[in-house]
């Protein structure tokens, strides 16, 4: 049955003369691979021009089939922005290469859509306000992943700690193997800690359990977000076995 869903393009390569094969996240689908017959032939039906980060509304045919007969797309925003400035579209390039190494296809959930459309819309927020950036490129990375592991299941922990299950009260010891912060009494019996400053794991705690709006106003200094970058990265790098974020 035909389907119409909106959907990020990840990855795009070209097919034969004149097609178009293109890697996209979808609201309702999750990860999709779709043809587009004749993309270069000037169709009609065809009005977006399939970049890379753009969000379309597609019709297509799902089957049972890896790639998907895509038949119509038309373009809903380009986020033009990431073409004049270098830092914002290396993190969204970070974060399309991240979803589209690490989700596997038909695997829906609309809230890493949401999550996607949070980023990129944050990335477009970022103004300079007088000498502060309000939200650096970088530290939208961090959201994402963070928010991203939570979505995954991959919650990392930071209440309890994650060997004994023990309340924690002011716990800065990390377990990158376990995800989530060990007690003192466990702290020395594991070999992968990282030791987190109190405002960086604050800062992982607000960025978890805060909506967007209210990340959209946060303001950590450059250390924290080195800090947290850090973690976050050796973190995902431990449990997808590649570090994807490079
Ligand atoms: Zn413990």
Redesign the pocket.
């Known amino acids: 049955m035909v389907q119409k869903d909106l959907g990020f393009v990840l990855k795009r390569y070209n097919f034969r003369e004149t097609s178009l094969i293109a890697s996209i996240y979808t609201e309702k689908f999750g990860k999709i691979r779709g043809i587009l017959k004749g993309f270069y032939t000037n169709k009609r039906e065809f009005s977006s021009p399939i970049d890379i980060f753009s969000l379309n509304e597609f019709v297509f045919y799902p089957k049972k089939s890896e790639i998907w007969l895509i038949a119509h797309a038309d373009i809903i925003s380009d986020y033009d922005f990431l073409r004049s400035d270098l830092a914002k579209a290396k993190v969204a390039g970070r974060i399309f290469n991240f979803i589209e190494r690490t989700i596997e296809i038909w695997d829906s959930n609309p809230y890493i859509f949401n999550l996607i459309k949070n980023c990129l819309d944050l990335l477009g927020k970022d103004i300079t306000v007088g000498a502060t950036r309000r939200v650096a490129p970088t530290l939208t990375l961090c959201i994402f992943l963070i928010k991203f592991l939570t979505l995954s299941g991959f919650k990392p922990e930071l209440n309890h700690?994650i060997?004994?299950q023990?309340l924690l009260k002011q716990e800065n010891a990390f377990s990158v193997a376990r995800g989530g912060f060990?007690?003192p009494?466990?702290r020395n019996k594991l070999s992968d800690i990282r030791v987190l400053s109190q405002q960086a794991s604050r800062c992982i705690n607000y960025i978890q359990n805060s909506d967007f709006d209210l990340i959209n106003r946060l303001q950590i200094p450059a250390k924290c977000q080195e800090e947290v970058s850090a973690v976050l990265r050796s973190f995902t790098a431990y449990h997808f076995e590649a570090d994807y974020l490079s």
């Open positions: 700690c060997s004994c023990a060990v007690c009494q466990c």
